[in-house]
T-cell receptor, first 115, second 114 residues
Framework: EPEVTQTPSHQVTQMGQEVILRCVPI?????FYWYRQILGQKVEFLVS????????KSEIFDDQFSVERPDGSNFTLKIRSTKLEDSAMYFC?????????????FGQGTRLTVV | GDSVTQMEGPVTLSEEAFLTINCTYT??????LFWYVQYPGEGLQLLLK?????DKGSNKGFEATYRKETTSFHLEKGSVQVSDSAVYFC?????????????FGKGTRLSVIA
């Protein structure tokens, strides 16, 4: 069964460093998403991506963050100058198309720990 | 803005017990409602959904009914199994607000003991 895969499963980084979280969406999907969950808090939407550009982003997704689809398979989230409060589980998701009842398929998450 | 509130966990039940996980929502438009489940070490998986009032979503013995009058989408299962142990997330997607990305609740951890 097709699945969204994320690497690494756990990333530890020092404050101020840059990290890149990687995702391989399901191959025939067109819409890609990043969400995050700070420990004990809600899963929050960060950004959606379609046709090689950002289609929507939340207030959380400021200049510190960027996304890219560098080739036909990978979808990456870059976080520059990491802060302690960036520590969270980051989920990648993809869907065939965008719509209120469309099922989004999620990866298993990358746990980012900023020390 | 849109929001989802679900009951705090963790919830611990014996096998074959009845499960209810409460979920209420606030939305400006006419949202679709979802339950996602996360098994240990895995990603979020769609469990069931309902796209309009009075719709009932069901899957793997779980059910939830979209109640517009009470703005609720409570998850139920008549007889839980150890394999149901997971974290359950209620979520909505609100078309009329132009915000199709999912809005999640905090999640409720369920532990089922034999």
């Amino acid at each position: 069964e097709p699945e969204v895969t994320q690497t690494p499963s756990h990333q530890v980084t020092q404050m101020g460093q840059e990290v890149i979280l990687r995702c391989v969406p399901i191959s025939n999907h067109l819409y890609f998403y990043w969400y995050r969950q700070i420990l004990g808090q809600k899963v929050e939407f960060l950004v959606s991506f379609y046709n090689n550009e950002i289609s929507e982003k939340s207030e959380i997704f400021d200049d510190q963050f960027s996304v890219e689809r560098p080739d036909g398979s990978n979808f990456t989230l870059k976080i520059r100058s990491t802060k302690l409060e960036d520590s969270a589980m980051y989920f990648c998701a993809s869907s065939v198309y965008e719509g209120v009842s469309t099922e989004a398929f999620f990866g298993q998450g990358t746990r980012l720990t900023v020390v | 803005g849109d929001s989802v509130t679900q009951m705090e966990g963790p919830v611990t039940l014996s096998e074959e017990a009845f499960l209810t996980i409460n979920c209420t929502y606030t939305a400006t438009g006419y949202p679709s409602l979802f339950w996602y489940v996360q098994y240990p070490g895995e990603g979020l998986q769609l469990l069931l959904k309902a796209t309009k009032a009075d719709d009932k979503g069901s899957n793997k013995g779980f059910e939830a009914t979209y109640r517009k009058e009470t703005t609720s989408f409570h998850l139920e299962k008549g007889s839980v199994q150890v394999s149901d142990s997971a974290v359950y997330f209620c979520a909505l997607s609100d078309h009329n607000s132009g915000n199709t990305p999912l809005v999640f609740g905090k999640g409720t951890r369920l532990s089922v003991i034999a």
